[in-house]
């Protein structure tokens, strides 16, 4: 059954088209965004969500997305997403942070020219029907120094326009390196060394606690005399009532923004300043951005809806369509893993320890680790998927420690997952062969050769004769079919296993009667999912 798709904002037909021709089906209705009450009746009907900023996903509309398994967002913002909820729902949400990336960045630069001209305030006087030369003296940007905050995507851009403008750029980002920071042709700086230097500093950052009034009074009281700033990345980057004052005390020569602290900012105490240059909010406001980002969330939820491919998640390991066709087995592997263990476990888990040896240590480990951890929750909540899995695990405290080691052993590749309460530790490892298929490959250190089955029943007991017939003759009994069984020992005499795969799920009066016998130390029925 193809995967059914609502676009509940203004997408452009091509983008629309996308989905239809991928095998998706579409329904568009760009106005249902703004009625909240009938795209909650809806959405339960749909596997994805395609958006832009007028649809508010909230946790109430996520109660009744009982199918959705993607929201995505054509543009970088995600605002009106509630992702937190998302992820517990296990959600994933997109965005579409490069489409609009050029777009931005001309913008940002534009403002800049704007505001070193004072071009917006000599255009209206000149309408005005006055001819005040003299009064709009600007500054050249040639040779004068750029303070880019946020050398990323959009902020790297900003850095090569301004290197061929032919001014001096200084930058400042935790995370970039000496290697990129020499591509860009820009000098790597500490904030407030940045904050010293600059004649003009652009803003190129998200808005995160760390982030929220990177500019602040003290911030600005560092700057240079005479500097003019540039916000085309998001509201509440700048204290926007210092600002104010360092326009009006003539500290900050001019600002260019885009964003506010509110919007729509219909009112604002920097409006009519001299030399504020304001527009609301057009970063991606071309008609090549509003396309790109329109096709780019069609090509990147039809991805993901039809091969597993994940890309610009918020809130999940991106995982490339090459990557989900190499890694499918093990992603399947990883969550049998997790399944077995949180099967196998009634105490609650204080840690997860996952071991990648082999070429499966070079694999979207995130990915991987998240398989297993939705394994280990699902057998307390069959809910639980990939994206919320972390969530859950996060909330109840478990510690995932992930460790991977060159090739060991027989296998070329393998998985060791073990598990750890305040009681005992349980381990299990597995791998994939050339089928493809996964096996377990050592339980509580036994070596064995074990598919997975979808009705499987595990025991464990001392190495003595008569425990096959035993197995077999109380399934026999209670009109239970072994398909097939695998058998392992530490040595003879010593701990041995015992898997059964069964043609169908056994009740507890199975379970019962084992246990009854004395001769198991443990005997537990498990339900894989196979598909």
Same mark, same amino acid.
């Given at each position: ?7 509940? !904002? ?8 996308? %989905?239809? /021709? ?24 749909? !596997? ?5 900023? =007028? ?10 997305? $009982? ?68 009064? %709009? ?13 946020? =050398? @990323? ?21 935790? %995370? ?81 923004? /885009? ?47 039809? $091969? @597993? ?10 995982? $490339? ?40 240590? /070079? ?153 009854? $016998? ?14």
């Amino acid at each position: 059954m193809a995967p059914r798709v609502l676009v509940s !904002d203004e997408l452009s037909e091509t983008a629309v088209q996308i %989905f239809r /021709d991928r095998g998706v089906e579409v329904d568009y209705m760009p106005k249902l965004g703004k009625d909240k009450e009938k795209l909650a009746e809806i959405i339960g009907q749909y !596997d994805g969500l395609a958006i832009r900023s =007028a649809t508010k996903v909230t946790e109430k509309l996520l109660e009744n997305a $009982t199918n959705l398994k993607v929201v995505g967002r054509a543009g970088i913002g995600v605002d009106n997403v509630d992702i937190p909820a998302a992820s517990k729902k296990g959600v994933i949400v997109m965005n579409t942070p490069f489409g609009n990336s050029i777009t931005t960045a001309e913008h940002a630069i534009a403002m800049m020219f704007a505001v070193a001209r004072q071009i917006p305030e000599a255009n209206a006087s000149t309408h005005a029907g006055k001819w005040e030369k003299s009064k %709009f003296m600007g500054v050249e940007l040639f040779n004068k120094t750029l303070g880019v905050i946020g =050398a @990323g995507n959009i902020g790297g851009i900003v850095c090569d326009r301004a290197v061929g403008l032919k001014m001096k750029v200084v930058a400042y980002d935790p %995370f970039l390196s000496d290697e990129r920071a020499k591509q860009l042709g820009v000098t790597k700086v500490e904030l407030d060394d940045l904050l010293a230097r600059a004649d003009f500093i652009t803003l190129h950052v998200p808005l995160t606690d760390k982030t929220r009034n990177i500019l602040s009074a003290e911030n600005l009281a560092k700057t240079r005399k005479g500097v003019r700033i540039i916000n085309c990345a998001r509201g509440g980057l700048i204290d926007e009532a210092a600002l104010v004052d360092a326009l009006k005390s003539g500290h900050v020569a001019g600002a260019a923004l /885009d964003v506010f602290e509110v919007e729509p900012a219909t009112a604002n105490p920097l409006f009519n300043m001299p030399n504020v240059v304001c527009t609301p909010h057009l970063g991606a406001s071309t008609t090549e951005a509003q396309e790109n980002v329109a096709l780019q969330v069609a090509e990147q939820m039809s991805d993901y809806l039809l $091969t @597993g491919a994940v890309s610009n998640a918020l809130n999940m390991p991106n995982v $490339t369509a090459e990557q989900a066709a190499i890694m499918g087995p093990w992603i399947k592997l990883a969550s049998h893993l997790g399944a077995f263990i949180g099967q196998m476990t009634e105490e609650p888990i204080r840690a997860v320890n996952i071991l990648y040896d082999g070429r499966v240590a /070079d694999m979207n480990l995130a990915a991987l680790n998240q398989a297993v951890i939705a394994g280990v929750m699902k057998a307390s909540n069959p809910d639980v998927n990939l994206v919320s899995a972390p969530i859950v695990a996060k909330e109840r405290g478990i510690q995932v420690s992930t460790t991977k080691q060159d090739k060991t052993g027989t296998f070329d590749a393998y998985i060791k997952v073990t598990m750890v309460t305040d009681k005992r530790e349980r381990s299990v490892a597995g791998t994939c062969f050339a089928d493809g298929k996964p096996r377990f490959i050592q339980i509580k250190g036994i070596n064995i050769d074990a598919e997975v089955g979808r009705h499987m029943l595990y025991t464990t007991n001392d190495d003595v004769p008569g425990i096959i017939g035993l197995l077999g003759m109380t399934m026999g009994k209670n009109g239970v079919n072994i398909a097939n069984f695998t058998l392992g020992r530490s040595g003879v005499g010593q701990d041995a296993i015992a898997i059964l795969y069964l043609d169908q799920a056994i009740d507890a009066k199975v379970v019962d009667t084992l246990e009854a $016998t004395g001769m198991f130390q443990q005997v537990k029925p498990l339900e894989f999912d196979v598909a």
